[in-house]
């Protein structure tokens, strides 16, 4: 099932580039605005940050938007910070919030990864997409880490990481940034996002999806997928190393532009 696909931005990549909240400060060191994005992280819920001005008219019907659509959830929680204030610096410019327009709202998964952003106005609709699942969040986080994604969605009773995934994530150039996700191509909740990605969920064995930062889908492939189909199809990308003489971007090729 191996396809020779032209790298697509993956559609559930919505933010790129952006990084989880530090742990490093303690928690007295937070402002309230982070308490509440961590509390709602450690209770397994997503976090709609909702930036704004002023309680102007725009902003309030965003807040009845969000209060309608979220209210009968137990999964997520309304966190809303004005922009004015200095206390929560460490939120708005993680998002850059100073140069969304206004309102905004930024949605927070459990795992830290931005599962959105959504400036001026937002529909029921979009807070609802908002709210991915766990394997979803899971390779937000690692694109937005800047890390290469192997997504591998296993058939009801397989757990096996095809040899060549668990290859290509021990080769040294690629070990530190690169993230294995797994997931059961059966599981309800995951139905959409694999969807999205286009993965077949009949398949008898497993098939590994190939992602590259920001959301770059470069192919999907089944359990058969080697290291070094794996390795030039990133190097013919544009997303292996700087290094010229790197053995992988000759296989694709010969060169390649700077890693990005």
């Known amino acids: 099932m191996t396809r020779n696909t032209q790298a697509l931005t993956v559609a559930f990549m919505l933010i790129a580039g952006a990084l989880p909240l530090s742990h490093q400060a303690t928690a007295a060191e937070f402002s309230a605005g982070q308490q509440a994005v961590e509390s709602?992280?450690?209770?397994?819920?997503?976090?709609f940050v909702l930036f704004y001005r002023s309680?102007?008219?725009?902003?309030?019907?965003?807040?009845?938007?969000?209060?309608?659509?979220?209210?009968?959830?137990?999964?997520?929680?309304?966190?809303?910070?004005?922009?004015?204030?200095?206390?929560?610096?460490?939120?708005i410019s993680k998002f850059d919030a100073t140069r969304i327009p206004m309102p905004a709202v930024a949605v927070l998964a459990?795992?830290?990864?931005?599962?959105?952003?959504?400036?001026?106005?937002?529909?029921?609709?979009?807070?609802?997409?908002?709210?991915?699942?766990?394997?979803?969040?899971?390779c937000l986080k690692a694109l937005q880490e800047q890390k290469i994604v192997l997504l591998c969605a296993h058939p009801e009773g397989q757990?096996?990481?095809?040899?060549?995934?668990?290859?290509f994530q021990n080769d040294a150039l690629f070990k530190k940034r690169t993230e294995v996700v797994t997931v059961n191509a059966n599981?309800?909740?995951?139905?959409?996002?694999?969807?999205?990605?286009?993965?077949?969920?009949?398949q008898p064995s497993s098939v590994v999806a190939f992602?590259?930062?920001?959301?770059?889908?470069?192919?999907?492939?089944n359990e058969n997928v080697t290291h070094n189909i794996l390795a030039q199809k990133l190097a013919a990308a544009g997303k292996c190393c700087d290094d010229a003489n790197c053995k992988h971007i000759k296989a694709a090729g010969g060169t390649q532009a700077p890693r990005r």
Not at 61 to 90: C, F, G, H, K, Y
């Open 55 to 91: 309680n102007d008219s725009a902003t309030q019907s965003m807040q009845q938007v969000l209060q309608s659509t979220l209210a009968n959830r137990q999964d997520s929680v309304i966190v809303p910070i004005q922009i004015n204030d200095n206390r929560e610096q460490a939120l």
């Open 211 to 221: 992602m590259a930062p920001p959301g770059v889908m470069l192919g999907l492939y």
């Open 40 to 47: 709602n992280a450690q209770n397994g819920k997503f976090s």
């Open 159 to 167: 757990k096996i990481v095809p040899a060549g995934v668990t290859q």
């Open 110 to 138: 459990p795992n830290g990864a931005i599962a959105s952003v959504f400036p001026q106005r937002v529909t029921p609709q979009h807070l609802t997409a908002a709210i991915v699942s766990p394997a979803q969040a899971n």
């Open 187 to 202: 599981d309800p909740a995951e139905a959409r996002f694999l969807q999205q990605l286009r993965i077949r969920t009949d």
